[in-house]
């Protein structure tokens, strides 16, 4: 899908944590590949700022297609979470109508799958198969997360991640360092 020759056509650049790529609303139309690094996509509330985090993406992982292709405004902001590297295209690159289907379908199953988090109810349900979801085979997370980055992915208040997540603790289901999760044992379906 991505090679060198691609890459080249591109323009490479540095970003520093937390430094916004773009906001909610540009018009802008580049597409963009993670070569290194995290960057989160995320909406703020109008009524109060908040922000929700659609997505955590990382190398190998491409973002900015639909104002790429609609020439729309962006629906949300691009933001890293770590010092990243990130190769910027635009229009003039020929990108290939294969790997545009191949970043639209992993976008539409992500999608579905986040909708599915969501619809579960309670937020104890949620958190549980947000936890599950990001976890590798022997249950560590490998993004840093915060219990701000939690509430903002499963639409719940900062104050019942960390009720909650402390109770896992306690139980010694799941153990954090510095934002690092680790699920120890299977999470309980209710709490």
């Known amino acids: 899908m991505v090679n060198q020759s691609m890459l080249d056509q591109g323009l490479e650049r540095k970003f520093k944590n937390k430094t916004i790529i773009y906001n909610e609303d540009d018009n802008t139309d580049h597409i ?4 290194s690094g995290c ?3 995320v909406r703020h509330r109008l009524e109060d700022g908040k922000e929700t985090i659609f997505e955590l993406l990382g190398p190998g992982d491409w973002f900015g297609e639909m104002s ?12 890293t979470r770590v010092d990243s590297v ?22 539409i199953d992500i999608s579905l799958n986040k909708n599915e988090l969501l619809m579960s109810g309670k937020v104890y349900t949620r958190l549980i198969n947000f936890l599950n979801s ?4 022997e249950g560590c ?10 509430s903002g992915f499963i639409g719940s208040s900062r104050e019942m991640i960390s009720l909650i997540v402390k109770q896992l603790h306690i139980g010694k289901f799941v153990t954090s360092k510095r934002g690092y999760y680790k699920i120890l044992k299977t999470l309980p379906k209710n709490y």
């Open 134 to 137: 990001m976890a590798d085979e």
């Open 68 to 79: 790429y292709m609609s020439r729309k405004p962006r629906t949300e902001s691009a933001i």
């Open 141 to 150: 997370i490998k993004d840093k997360l915060t219990h701000s980055d939690i």
């Open 86 to 107: 990130v190769v910027r295209f635009n229009k003039e690159v020929s990108i290939s109508d294969e790997t545009l289907m191949e970043i639209l379908v992993k976008r």
């Open 32 to 35: 963009y590949y993670i070569k």
């Open 39 to 41: 960057v989160k996509m």
